[in-house]
């Protein structure tokens, strides 16, 4: 705790520190006072209370500590096989981890740790009752039934920058979801994240590589603004991709650091559909062009053919017919679609777009009343959106230019813009031309401490939502490669090229 702080310093005070601090290490000692001097502290010890379901976590809680203490390991497995979900007793409800400013119940994270070290003690059993097959089928299914975390990053604009502190908190807390997605400025960082080793990657957030960065971008923006993309030498926004992005495929970034990377890419034809690529879908497109083509905003950047390898390494135009633009207007925060890819059913989201920023506010500390007009609100948007296209569609259609760009605009309505945990831009820019203009490096720098900012206070709320699903993918990791090892001793081969687990690439 901070010295100057106290349980006799009022609240007022510590929020000040809370507000200048500079690290995250700085702003949780004041949170954490602030919890003490507010009662929360106390609440989280207070096991009873009306906004979970203590009784069934103290049980399994109960439960699952006496096999594993005991030795009972069939009993622990068995208690496992229940159920392994984020939300038993409604312990993922957003009421939960928004009381206290610093973490929730106590019983919430016994009970998480209990789950991780359970799982980690049924990984190193050597237990002839439970075999490898039986417990690699189980963690398959734990997996499978609690789903994974995602971090999606929307379109930015001017405001991108916001991504960039979020990423960096989140890197510095060893907690950057395996699958990430990105679309128009939230595609380099995306990128960014999932072509370069974590070492790297914390390089990039030193303060002076940060601010030689933000005079780079500031250069290339002024220079967009005074003479148009006409005019203006792309190669200098194409060298600042190629600075953070690795010149690699889908499927190599995915070998170099376990992270599977989307970018979502929109067609600049009519009666074509959006892509999301990743080493599943487009393994052999080039990062940096899906980047290229993500960020091409109509009016300002052409639209882009994807570039991609062939089957002897040669780079060849990626379906040469089309071409592709701002990822942000047909799904800026693919959801849908990482669930059926990936298994996610938790969603961390970056929100930055200038263009919806006025209309969105957290669920998390929105009253009953604010969330029951914004679904209103939001389903009349999607109703309208939906409704309008189809006219659109209809008298439109021999005016393909106009046709395309209302279809973009209505794409921008129809989307949802929230997840399970929000990191929101703080929406205070008077002028909207802003949006559009220049910025300075400096600005540009606080942009990037405002993202960090924003994130501090959902660190220990994804710290607590991700815990298990970390767990059981670094499981998963060493239980298959065990697996192929043993598939290979039994051919009579003795050593195969190990690449390193997740876990081992982040750090």
Not at 19 to 46: C, M, N, P
Not at 342 to 357: D, T
Request: glycine share 6%.
């Amino acid at each position: 705790m901070m010295k100057s702080l106290s349980e006799s310093t009022p609240l007022k005070h510590i929020e000040q520190h809370m507000a200048a601090a500079t690290s995250y290490a700085q702003w949780s000692e004041a949170a954490l006072a602030h919890d003490e001097v507010s009662g929360r502290a106390a609440w989280k010890k207070r096991e009873r209370s009306r906004l979970y379901d203590y009784q069934v976590i103290r049980t399994r809680l109960q439960g699952l500590r006496n096999c594993r203490l005991s030795g009972d390991d069939k009993g622990l497995l068995f208690l496992l096989n229940e159920g392994i979900h984020g939300n038993i007793g409604g312990m993922g409800n957003d009421a939960v981890h928004t009381v206290a400013k610093f973490g929730t119940k106590d019983l919430i994270n016994e009970y998480i740790d209990e789950i991780a070290n359970s799982l980690k003690h049924v990984g190193d059993l050597d237990n002839p009752d439970i075999t490898f097959e039986e417990k690699l089928d189980f963690f398959n299914r734990a997996s499978l039934c609690f789903g994974r975390s995602a971090l999606m990053l929307s379109g930015g604009a001017a405001l991108g920058n916001f991504h960039l502190g979020v990423i960096k908190a989140l890197v510095e807390e060893d907690l950057i979801p395996r699958v990430i997605s990105g679309a128009s400025a939230g595609a380099i960082f995306a990128a960014m994240v999932g072509t370069n080793k974590r070492q790297k990657l914390k390089g990039f957030f030193k303060v002076k590589n940060l601010l030689t960065a933000s005079k780079q971008e500031a250069s290339i923006i002024r220079r967009l603004w005074d003479h148009g993309y006409q005019k203006m030498d792309r190669d200098s926004v194409v060298a600042i991709i190629n600075k953070y992005v690795q010149d690699l495929t889908f499927q190599e970034a995915f070998d170099l650091t376990g992270q599977h990377i989307n970018i979502t890419v929109s067609p600049a034809e009519p009666l074509q559909k959006a892509r999301l690529l990743n080493s599943i879908t487009s393994p052999n497109v080039l990062v940096r062009t899906a980047v290229l083509a993500s960020t091409a905003v109509p009016g300002i950047f052409p639209p882009v053919t994807l570039m991609a390898k062939n089957k002897d390494g040669e780079i060849k135009p990626y379906l040469p017919l089309r071409k592709w633009i701002d990822g942000a207007f047909s799904d800026d925060l693919p959801a849908k679609r990482l669930a059926r890819l990936y298994g996610v059913n938790h969603y961390i989201v970056s929100l930055a777009n200038p263009f919806v920023l006025p209309f969105v506010s957290d669920p998390a500390y929105s009253s009953q009343f604010r969330q029951m007009a914004s679904r209103l609100v939001k389903a009349g948007m999607t109703e309208y959106a939906s409704f309008m296209g189809k006219l659109n569609r209809r008298f439109m259609n021999g005016f393909p230019r106009i046709e395309s760009l209302l279809s973009l605009y209505f794409s921008v309505l129809s989307q949802s813009y929230t997840g399970d945990i929000n990191i929101i831009y703080q929406f205070d820019i008077k002028d909207p031309r802003r949006l559009l203009t220049h910025l300075t490096p400096e600005e540009m720098m606080e942009m990037i401490r405002q993202g960090e900012r924003a994130t501090w206070p959902k660190i220990e709320t994804i710290r607590t939502c991700t815990k298990i699903g970390r767990v059981l993918d670094d499981l998963l990791d060493d239980f298959k490669s065990r697996e192929l090892s043993m598939a290979l001793a039994t051919l009579g081969v003795d050593h195969y090229p190990q690449k390193k687990s997740l876990a081992g690439s982040r750090r």
